[in-house]
């Protein structure tokens, strides 16, 4: 189905894999529009309760390949509004967890990427670059918006204004990135860490990744009005019941996603 991209469902977890290993995963227009469209394929999905996103071989991914944005003059906007928006949206949109399984180098775009997946995991192997300076340009695909909420302003500029490539353990301790693993085990780790993800009640965590991204935008007295409305959908789900009943009687609950 898909050409640049790998897409399996296993145990709850749809493990999307940009595959161009040969040029680091770098994007290209085709692996844009598989990635958007295979986030809503896991999105429609009742089988799929978390996404793990991750790359084959030793990259995540380093960014644009500019092999197919060369020969000529780029319209840099159109560009980014035609290709990458969509998908970075569309990270959003998703009302699963989508994890980030950052395999190796994270470059550019491919560091957007990761930034706009809720939860990071890293290999200890790994390395991350906000490499757009280094060609003159500004980080985009959502650079903007996702690092300084992540790290702070101050942390962010610095990142972007420098091209520093920073390892798996120094974005650990800026909180851009939320665990390391050691490389022999990081697959299986990230695997397990997703799967956990894929056992808990899952349109309850859709509510929560929808609401604590509108509230970045609204004031307190909107955000209090949008958790209520929030909180509704929530206790009518199925697994809220199970997890009050789990509760009463002084067991594990067994959530169904529903």
């Known amino acids: 189905m898909y050409e640049t991209i790998l897409y399996e469902v296993s145990e709850g977890v749809a493990v999307i894999t ?12 085709q692996m844009n529009k598989e990635i958007t469209a295979a986030l809503k394929q896991a999105q ?22 500019l092999g197919d944005v060369s020969g000529g003059n780029v319209d840099f906007g159109g560009f980014l509004r035609k290709r990458y928006n969509p998908m970075i949206l569309q990270f959003q949109k ?21 930034l706009a997946c809720d939860i ?7 390395s991350l670059v906000n490499a757009f300076v280094n060609i003159g340009l500004v980080p985009d695909s959502g650079g903007c918006y996702f690092l300084p909420r992540i790290v702070g302003i101050g942390k962010a500029l610095e990142l972007a204004m420098t091209g520093e490539k920073i390892s798996a353990e120094e974005a650990l301790r800026i909180g851009l990135i939320n665990q390391v693993y050691p490389a022999e085990s990081f697959q299986d780790d990230a695997m397990a860490y997703a799967r ?42 199925e697994d809220h019941k199970e997890g009050v009943t789990a509760f009463m009687e002084k067991r594990a609950p067994r959530f169904t996603g529903q």
């Not at 429609?44 to 390949?65: M, Y």
């Not at 509510?207 to 970045?216: F, N």
């Open 196 to 237: 956990k993800l894929a056992s808990l009640p899952t349109r309850g965590i859709g509510l929560i990744k929808r609401t604590m991204y509108k509230g970045l935008e609204m004031g307190l007295e909107e955000t209090l009005e949008y958790e209520a409305f929030a909180q509704d959908a929530a206790g009518s789900t």
């Open 120 to 126: 990071r995991l890293a290999s200890e192997k790994a």
């Open 44 to 65: 429609k999905s009742p089988e799929v309760r978390c996404i793990l996103f991750t790359g084959a071989g030793r990259a995540f991914n380093a960014g644009q390949d």
């Open 18 to 29: 940009m595959n161009r290993p040969e040029k680091f995963n770098a994007f290209t227009e």
């Open 94 to 114: 998703t009302e699963k967890p989508i994890v980030a399984a950052i395999n190796g180098v994270a470059a550019g775009a491919g560091l957007s990427v990761a």
